[in-house]
């Protein structure tokens, strides 16, 4: 048996919201990457709310693979709520995570460990975004917006393949529950001391599921929780 190429713990969690169709490959994808590549892993399930069968496939899954954890929200909570409760369930040195959809190639995961030293976030940014260029547009505008009104620097604020290590959100106290969270957590490590760094990653087309990020509802959402944030961002710049 062959050691494996890092010698330390990971923790890696999808937050998933009716991805019946994208879960599973994703899963078994990411267990063939992770075999390999650390000393220890382990893959958490966030549910958050699913009407489908993610559910359930998550359980089976699970219940195969005991490094496999399943979490399950009673109902739909945010992408935010996901994302903090992978984060709060997450037990080892390094702490991953990439959306559900499978848009982000999980092998590219070797790349941003193998610069672990460099930073404290290693934030990969899509080289080329496949989406639809109205979505494209909306994402620089939102970016931009977030970066400047937050004071931190990230090229692509809401990319979804990001490695942290895990302590600095035992300092940490996280708010968001909707689409924010991403630019929360930048900006409070930004403000706590930590470093970042981008690093450029594949970006695929989604292939099944709809995505939520379009939807009014949510973009409203995000733009009061920007609101909200930035005043206490900036209040405790001042203090």
Known sequence: MTSPRYDLGLSV??????????VEPLARKTVEVLEPL???????????????RTGEIIDRLASADPRIRPVHHPQNGGYGAALRTGFRCATKE?????????QFDVRELATLLARRDE?????????????????????ACWGWL??????FRCRDVDGAFKLFRREMFDRMELKSTGAMISAEILARATRAGYTMVDIPVTHLPRTAGTPTGANLR???????ELATL???ILSSDKS
Do not use: Q
Request: net charge positive; with cysteine; proline share 1%.
């Open 230 to 232: 930035r005043k206490e």
């Open 13 to 22: 969690f999808f937050p998933c919201y009716n991805e019946e169709a994208n």
């Open 119 to 139: 930073a404290d976030i290693l934030c990969g940014c899509r080289r080329h975004r496949r989406d639809k260029l109205i979505r494209k547009l909306n994402a």
């Open 94 to 102: 390094f702490v991953f995570f990439t959306d559900g959809d499978g």
């Open 218 to 224: 949510v973009i409203l959402r995000a733009f009061k």
């Open 38 to 52: 650390v000393r220890e892993w382990e893959l958490i399930l966030v549910d958050d709310g699913s009407r489908d």
């Open 146 to 151: 977030v970066r400047r009104m937050l004071r």
